[in-house]
């Protein structure tokens, strides 16, 4: 099947070289022809890297930059079985885009989002045959991270939908599906990662260091909250944010957090500015926790008890199963355990009785135990 990504940025040129890589021939579009060509450039090193460490031939790298075809004419994708979107995160641009994708492709072709935090309902919205948009979210970097989530809207067939699931099988991917609501799987599930972190940090209990300290060295993740927001960069993980607390119509558990805010507003993204919740400039001197073990398992035991409960819940709304939950936070994020076998092990009940304790403390809404965790405890 010929394969169209649109966007030859960040995601969209990666899902190209994915596609390519497994044998389609690809159609990258991009309104930008610099942008073309940096993907080129990119793809071209990206391979040269891999020859030398012999995870690909001379003759397959050939043949994976000879398979993507660059260009700035939307009306290339006409032979295309399937289009991939990957601009900007934008509803009136995408919706544009959409409009005139129908125009140039046939009947029978799939037309695919890569959005994550817009609703695959509103961009098929546009369409006038509405029953083959599928979102197919690919988490960055693309051809490294092994789960793509697919999500079916309202108007999806069933059809396009195993159509969708059996490709990018064959890609090698692990698909969850899920329904078609704010932040999918990861971006919903992962929120108190984050928003939790926040939490513990503004109300005193101890630093930024000291958390990331407890959620790795105790909690065993890979990269604590705060190492990690530097990494994304706060502009972009207060976007998602915001945008899933607005999307959930501002239940308070999604709420943003005025700290993240402010170094957002002040351009402490992170990383990529030099300074975030670290400093990362030459010859900054790196905070040292507080290595109080007591602290840490309390932090630990909160977040993940957030988590936990973030999980169930979007088992319980039915936005996926509970083996596609743990498969998203584990392929997707990285977690060291899936949340739900995880609640397991600790024992449901142990959950629950901390996220009681918070809701009766706080007396905030935020910390209401999921009615799926409590029937697991009580059935
Ligand atoms: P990006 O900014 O790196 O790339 C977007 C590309 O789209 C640019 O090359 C731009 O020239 C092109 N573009 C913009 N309007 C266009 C149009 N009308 N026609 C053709 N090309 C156009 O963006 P990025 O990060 O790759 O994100 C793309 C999509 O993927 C967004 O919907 C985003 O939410 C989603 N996404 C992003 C992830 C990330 O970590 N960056 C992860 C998963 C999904």
């Not at 919903?188 to 928003?195: E, I, L, S, T």
């Not at 994304?232 to 899933?244: K, L, P």
């Not at 010859?283 to 630990?300: F, R, S």
């Not at 449901?348 to 918070?358: F, M, Q, V």
């Amino acid at each position: 099947m010929l394969i169209g990504v649109l966007g030859a940025g960040t995601m969209g040129a990666g899902i190209a070289q994915v596609a390519a890589q497994n044998g389609h021939q690809v159609i990258l579009v991009d309104t930008n022809d610099e942008q073309l060509q940096k993907a080129q450039k990119q793809l071209s090193d990206t391979m040269l890297r891999l020859i030398e460490k012999q995870k690909v031939t001379k003759e397959k790298s050939s043949a994976i930059q000879a398979a993507i075809s660059y260009t700035t004419v939307l009306s290339d994708f006409a032979p295309c079985g399937l289009v991939i979107e990957a601009i900007v995160e934008n509803l009136a641009v995408k919706h544009e885009v959409f409009s005139q994708l129908e125009k140039v492709v046939s009947d029978t072709c799939i037309l695919a989002s890569n959005t994550s935090s817009l609703s695959i309902a509103s961009i098929g919205g546009v369409l006038k045959k509405a029953n083959r948009v599928i979102g197919i979210h690919f988490f960055n970097p693309a051809p490294l991270m092994p789960l793509v989530e697919i999500i079916p809207a309202v108007q999806t067939e069933n059809a396009i939908l195993e159509q969708a699931v059996s490709l990018v099988k064959s890609w090698g991917k692990t698909v969850v599906v899920c329904k078609d609501t704010p932040g999918f799987i990861v971006n919903r599930v992962a929120r108190p990662f984050y928003g939790e972190a926040l939490r513990i940090y503004e109300e005193g209990i101890a630093d930024f260091a000291t958390i990331d300290w407890a959620m790795t060295e105790i909690g065993g993740f890979k990269m604590g909250p705060f190492t990690l927001m530097d990494y994304i960069g706060n502009d972009v993980n207060y976007a998602v944010t915001e945008s899933v607390f607005e999307a959930f119509y501002y239940d308070p558990r999604f709420k943003p957090s005025f700290t993240q805010k402010r170094h957002k507003e002040a351009g402490y993204y992170g990383r990529k500015t030099g300074r975030g919740y670290y400093d990362y400039s030459e010859g900054a001197i790196i905070p040292t926790p507080t290595k109080d073990y007591v602290l840490g398992q309390q932090i630990v035991d909160r977040i993940l008890a957030m988590l936990i409960n973030e999980a169930y819940d979007a088992v319980f709304m039915q936005v996926a199963t509970a083996e596609a939950v743990d498969l998203a936070m584990t392929k997707g994020v990285n977690y060291p355990k899936g949340l739900i076998e995880w609640s397991k092990e600790i024992g449901t009940k142990e959950i629950l009785c901390r996220l009681e304790k918070l809701f009766l403390f706080y007396g905030e809404d935020r910390y209401r135990p999921n009615p799926l965790l409590r029937n697991n405890v009580f059935l």
